[in-house]
């Protein structure tokens, strides 16, 4: 949130243009899809900082804070302390468009290295704050939420300053760069090397190093890169107990890679500094395809089939049959037209397209002569499913629009409807049965929270493939009510309930947050909870960090 008020476009780009804006036809549309008459605009409302409750920071507090930032600041200005204390959560969105933060920090400090970071650390063990790490503020699952009823002030420790490439190496193939260095800035850095770090979240553009660690974070195209946590090389953390080097080396046989607490960790054990990643060559090719087949279930066996062999590709991409055909609705309604044209039908016919299909789009990032196999290798696989081909147009379309996601969601939430995300990860075995009662437990919850007109649209695609399970992320866009967080609440624990009986896991790559905390401890083992416990009790004795994460552990 700026200093000015809360805006609109608060994720990526205030700037950005609204997607359904200037469209009646997509208004008209995506009101006829939940039955509605029309949609209502919500604008949102401008923070009025007078409503913001001051700063509980002693003078203690204060000089020990200056203390530790010699090049940094130290901000008590309400608008930025309210800012700081929201991310994009389905609740942080409400609060912000309400012009209204229920819990804000008492402080906003941005240190401009890590030597500032770990002082300040020592300061809050000292004196008595506590610390919330942040980054570049995308949390979905209320990761940057000040506790309610805390009686210790909060400060949080905002890293967009670190954004310094500490080293790159082209021998090592490794570079080692600030934590809150945003993705497309390293990007930039590397590119004239001709090297990549590979990590492409819908978050891309305002998400950094550090924060996509702290989340154990996977992009869109991990399938070929990875998750971020596999091209993690070392990690310095400072915690209140002093800085925390991971090994130099992931492959030492010196006792458990400790650097596996890094990623997930979330601010739970301290704040990442700085981190050492490995990289891969920029490709030299990028090519998107997609395929339409019979049905979800047909896709989702073909994508293990591909999953469990040498196929080359970048990403995996399946959409059920309620998400494909709202994807073409939507592009419908976007150009204008009732129906397909003629031309297109008369390919589709002749090509023999399902009449409800599920939408595969495939992704290639790597040397020239590799399109061939991994193409190859996907079109053989995909026909013993009975999947026709596409080509490359519809996957070049997915490729210009692919982190657009985060912007129609405030638009449509700006016109009264409410839009969230939940995901989770499953073995192959269940995943079938996984999509089915989540989505049923969705669309029961969001039904009953209705308190007019109206129904909810419920949706969901494969995101990320591996040879034992998937990521199955579903979306659901409902008409917003009176009491949106109750209404979101219930939504929210029937979809989690029903992953965690299905055999899903809390999170795939959101992470735990506020919003996550009473399944995390539910669903993570007894004995593990004790050793994260232990280990965060070594490193902050004191309870300084992460205080939302901290609910998440006996």
């Known amino acids: 949130m700026a200093e000015d008020g809360a805006k609109l476009w608060g994720w990526l780009d205030p700037d950005h243009p609204d997607p359904v804006g200037a469209l009646p036809r997509v208004e008209a549309w995506l009101a006829a899809q939940l039955g509605l008459k029309g949609l209502t605009a919500t604008p949102p409302a401008p923070l ?9 920071l002693t003078k203690r507090m204060r000089d020990a804070i200056s203390r530790a930032l010699e090049a ?23 609060e912000r468009r309400a012009g209204r933060i229920r819990k804000v920090a008492d402080a906003v400090a941005f240190p401009d290295n890590g030597a500032e970071a770990a002082a300040l650390l020592e300061a809050a063990a000292e004196t008595g704050f506590r610390i919330v790490p942040r980054g570049g503020g995308s949390s979905v699952v209320g990761g940057l939420k000040p506790p309610g009823g805390d009686k210790r002030p909060v400060v949080v420790v905002d890293l967009t300053r670190m954004q310094r490439v500490l080293d790159l190496s082209i021998t090592n193939r490794t570079v080692t760069a600030e934590a809150g260095i945003l993705l497309p800035s390293l990007e930039q850095a590397l590119a004239p090397e001709w090297l990549t770090l590979g990590h492409y979240p819908q978050s891309f553009h305002g998400a950094t190093l550090g924060g996509s660690l702290a989340a154990n974070g996977a992009g869109q195209r991990s399938d070929g890169y990875g998750r971020l946590a596999d091209n993690l090389v070392s990690a310095r953390v400072a915690t209140p107990s002093g800085l925390w080097s991971t090994e130099s080396f992931r492959h030492a046989a010196t006792g458990p890679w400790l650097g596996g607490l890094v990623a997930g960790s979330e601010g739970l054990f301290g704040i990442i500094t700085d981190a050492t990643m490995r990289l891969q060559k920029l490709s030299e090719h990028i090519e998107d395809r997609a395929w339409l087949l019979p049905s979800f ?18 990403m995996l991409r399946v959409s059920d049959e309620a998400e494909t055909a709202f994807l073409a609705g939507y592009r419908l309604a ?5 129906r397909p044209r003629s031309l297109e039908r008369m390919v589709l016919r002749v090509r023999g397209a399902p009449q409800r299909p599920a939408l595969l789009i495939a992704g290639y990032e790597g040397p020239n002569q590799g399109t061939g196999h991994a193409f190859g290798t996907a079109r053989r696989v995909l026909s013993r499913h009975r999947a026709v081909a596409l080509g490359k147009k519809p996957g070049a379309s997915w ?13 449509l939430m700006a016109r009264g409807l409410g839009v969230d995300t939940f995901e989770t990860a499953v073995p192959w075995a269940e995943l079938e049965g996984l999509h089915k009662a989540v989505g049923a437990a969705i669309a029961k919850a969001a039904s009953e929270t209705l308190d007019g007109e109206g129904k909810a649209v419920l949706f ?23 009491n949106a967080i109750t209404q979101w609440r219930a939504i929210k624990e029937a979809a989690t309930e029903a992953m965690l009986s299905s055999g899903g896991t809390v999170s795939h790559h959101h992470g735990v947050g506020a919003d996550h905390a009473e399944w995390a401890a539910r669903a993570n083992g007894r004995m593990e909870l004790k050793l994260l ?14 205080p939302g994460i901290r609910a998440a552990l006996p």
């Open 297 to 314: 279930a047909a896709a989702v066996d073909a994508v293990r089939e591909l999953a469990q062999t040498d196929h080359g590709l970048a």
């Open 72 to 94: 940094g600041e130290l901000s008590e200005d309400a608008s930025v302390r309210a800012g700081a204390s929201v991310g994009q959560s389905y609740p942080d969105q409400i």
């Open 460 to 482: 969901c695609h494969l995101s990320h493939s591996y040879t034992e399970g998937a990521c199955l992320y579903f979306t659901a866009i409902f008409p917003r009510t009176r």
């Open 399 to 411: 490729r210009k629009g692919r982190y657009e996601g985060p912007h129609l969601r405030e638009s």
């Open 48 to 56: 009025d900082p007078s409503d913001v409750e001051v700063s509980r």
């Open 533 to 546: 416990e232990a280990i965060r009790r070594e490193l902050d004795p004191k309870d300084v960090m992460a």
């Open 334 to 338: 976007r150009d204008g037209l009732e």
